[in-house]
């Protein structure tokens, strides 16, 4: 019978040597897919290891017991937010101009008491009566799932854009002398304390972490509102503070994509407020 190999008409010396140098090459393909195998689970390992870490640092300040907070916490985290707007209505009428997704998953949170905060003054107090109302609902009333939401719009809007676009339109002149920068928005060093003393005066429940990143890690939603978007656009562009020389509709889009991390872009404070007390979040200011 023929065959279809021709390795079977060589001489068999040549087979012998041939066998040998398949056997080594199929020892090193092991070895070589072992250590890759090794090696990506080296990496899978220590990737999973800092994600956990992570977690853990993130998960800290949402206290025991709030399942359904962090679970909220989780998908707004993975809601899409579109931030790469070319131009922008003055109302927005189609959901896909909004962060709808984001949105849902606040009207939709159950679990009760939740409150809805009417921020406009960015020199208010507002960042520390939230901070007080999750200290005293989460230890005093023991209601770990409570939610609260700042509406924010007005000057307090300012605070949820990210520095380079207050660098760039000098938005001091809009939210005032006492803010140089966008403090607000930055971390303090009392987010690093021990986040299981929550009677630390000077921990991360205290006033000392009155910040939009320490609340956003405590589950607090801070929606962000259009119509406060177009009017400061409208404000930057009448004290000629419009480098690029935008369109009103444009400076607006660019203003929309430098929110802050986490901020939920909705189309209007005012309007958005009956919405969320329609579903049971109770009205502050």
């Known amino acids: 019978m023929v065959s279809n190999n021709p390795a079977a008409y060589l001489p068999d010396s040549y087979k012998q040597e041939i066998a040998a140098v398949n056997v080594v090459a199929g020892r090193r393909g092991v070895l070589r897919t072992l250590a890759l195998s090794l090696a990506t689970s080296a990496i899978g390992l220590a990737s999973a290891r800092a994600q956990s870490g992570t977690a853990t640092v993130e998960s800290a300040l949402i206290p025991s017991g709030a399942t359904h907070l962090d679970a909220l916490k989780k998908r707004l985290a ?5 931030r790469d707007f070319k131009t922008v209505p003055m109302i927005l009428d189609h959901q896909e101009q909004w962060d709808y997704e984001a949105l849902t998953e606040v009207l939709s949170y159950r679990p009760a008491p939740r409150q809805a905060w009417d921020n406009t003054d960015i020199g208010g107090p507002w960042l520390n009566l939230m901070r007080n109302a999750l200290n005293s609902q989460i230890w005093s009333f023991k209601h770990p799932d409570f939610l609260a939401v700042s509406v924010t719009h007005g000057t307090a809007q300012l605070a949820l854009y990210d520095q380079a676009i207050w660098d760039k339109y000098r938005l001091t002149s809009l939210a005032g002398d006492e803010f ?34 320490a609340l956003m890690r405590r589950g607090v939603v801070f929606m962000s509102c259009h119509n406060a978007i177009w009017e400061h656009a409208a404000a930057l562009i009448k004290f000629g503070i ?24 909705i189309p209007g404070a005012a309007g958005t407020l009956p919405e969320l007390q329609q579903v049971g979040f109770h009205y502050a200011t």
């Open 78 to 82: 993975q809601a899409p937010r579109r």
């Open 242 to 265: 419009n480098p690029d020389k935008l369109s009103h509709a444009a400076l607006a889009a660019e203003l929309t994509n430098h929110l802050a991390d986490g901020a939920v872009l």
């Open 180 to 213: 140089k920068t966008n403090t607000p928005i930055i971390d303090r060093k009392s987010a690093a304390a021990d986040s299981a003393n929550y009677e630390d005066p000077a921990g991360p429940f205290s006033s000392d972490d009155n910040s939009i990143p």
